[in-house]
């Protein structure tokens, strides 16, 4: 596989960058609301790799693994993504179940699709390690923006959860996979850092436990799955 080419190199710096910087305008106080974000998110995260696939003349649906990749049916992953929607109002009182959501489902698929499917991706001819290092740090980077710079420490986590993502995605190539690993990990973050204090608790812990049980579970299928398919001698 031929190495990226220097306008290719160019063209995720340049994503970047524009991300990075709308990322740390809607996250001052003057623009600080959940329209703004998924404004940034919809538009820049996902537009962008969109954009960027169609001007190649590749559909984004293959090129980023959201159909014909994944061994299980797609329906699974979006079930899983899609049902804390349903949950997380009945859990968290109605301002903060929106930050919630947004960090819950919003979030795991818009950035593993930039950062994963388009940046790492786009890097895999430079090889997996190099590429799943340049994602996490920017990854990383990204969310150092979008808490203005406040929590470094916090950084160093989100660059070792890219450090698995990465793998994760060159490995299965597809952002559902990933995206559930994601979801997964920001759920259990609000659960244990935010626990809501409803009457609805002890079940939202249950119900939201198993979500997250299931995310885990279709990852780890799928790995196994593409681990088999890339040890299979060659028909």
């Known amino acids: 596989m031929p190495a990226p080419k220097a306008r290719d190199l160019t063209e995720l710096a340049l994503a970047f960058a524009l991300s990075f910087a709308a990322v740390y305008l809607v ?12 404004v940034v998110y919809l538009g820049l995260l996902v537009g962008i790799p969109v954009v960027s696939s169609v001007a190649r003349g590749v559909n984004p649906l293959y090129d980023y693994g959201l159909k014909g990749t994944t061994s299980l049916r797609p329906a699974y992953f979006l079930a899983v993504l899609l049902l804390p929607l349903v949950l997380i109002p009945l859990l968290w009182n109605y301002s903060y ?9 919003v979030a795991p698929f818009c950035e593993e699709l930039f950062f994963r499917g388009y940046m790492a991706g786009r ?14 740090l920017a990854f990383g980077a990204f969310h150092l923006g979008a808490q203005q710079f406040q929590n470094p420490t916090a950084i160093v986590v989100l660059v070792l959860l ?4 990465g793998p994760v995605y060159l490995l299965t190539k597809s952002v559902y996979v990933t995206a559930a690993a994601h979801s997964a990990w920001n759920l259990f973050a609000y659960l244990i850092l935010a626990s809501p204090s409803t009457p609805l608790s002890y079940f939202s812990y249950v119900a939201l436990g198993v979500i997250m049980g299931a995310d885990i579970f279709l990852v780890l299928v799928e790995i196994a799955s593409a681990q088999q398919l890339a040890s299979a001698p060659p028909e």
């Open 123 to 136: 890097l895999a001819s430079m090889g997996v390690v190099s590429a799943s290092v340049i994602s996490a």
């Open 27 to 38: 996250n001052t106080p003057a623009y600080h609301y959940v329209s703004w974000a998924l």
């Open 162 to 165: 890219g450090l698995v993502y």
């Open 97 to 105: 179940s929106f930050t919630v959501a947004f960090a819950v489902v």
